[in-house]
């Protein structure tokens, strides 16, 4: 059993397990195990996307740790800990092509540093990442796992538009 709930409008559900639909959740309170974990805005698993870096227990509202644009969350799992080296490769068009740009370390401006403001297709090669829509990790964010991303609705988004990426680091 994992040990995190979900708080409904200051009451609380039942224990969930992961990789489960909450419903519409405005406080998650976390008992362990630590690691990141991301909501999202809409049920299965779509929509925006909160990451929440469970290095502390305790209570997590949606105003003052997720970074959360909306009030609630409707389902959460755990980010994949890859043990590999960070390592992303980020391509100009989609299915891999075009100008390539790759990376090991946190960008918090593509443009100012690669003259880059969109990516239509990301391969992550290690580790786990956050992709940002603006620059200085700011905007509506993405998390990629070790996996090919032929097209920027393969991770959720409604555009090319990159304006800042950094790793998810694992306790």
């Known amino acids: 059993m994992i040990s995190y709930y979900c ?19 405005s406080n998650v309170h976390f008992m362990g ?12 698993f779509r929509g925006r996307q909160y990451l929440w870096d469970m290095s502390d227990r305790g209570e997590y ?35 891999f092509s075009g100008r390539k740009i790759e990376l090991q370390d946190d960008i918090p401006n593509l443009m100012t540093r690669y003259n880059l403001n969109r990516a239509s297709s990301i391969r992550v090669l290690g580790g786990a990442w956050v992709v940002y829509q603006e620059p200085n990790y700011r905007g509506s964010h993405y998390i990629l796992e070790r996996k090919d991303y032929n097209n920027f609705s393969d991770w959720g988004a409604q555009n090319s538009a990159v304006g800042s990426i950094r790793r998810i680091r694992f306790s």
Do not use: K
Request: proline share 5%; hydrophobic share 25%; aromatic share 10%.
């Open 7 to 25: 708080v409904h409008f200051r009451q609380m559900d039942d224990t969930l397990t992961q990789n489960q639909n909450w419903g519409l959740c």
């Open 33 to 44: 195990p630590v690691g990141s974990w991301v909501g999202y805005e809409h049920e299965h």
């Open 61 to 95: 509202n949606c105003t003052d740790r997720w970074c959360g644009q909306g009030d609630s969350i409707a389902s959460v799992r755990s980010v994949n800990q890859d043990t590999n080296p960070p390592r992303a490769q980020l391509f100009e068009r989609q299915g």
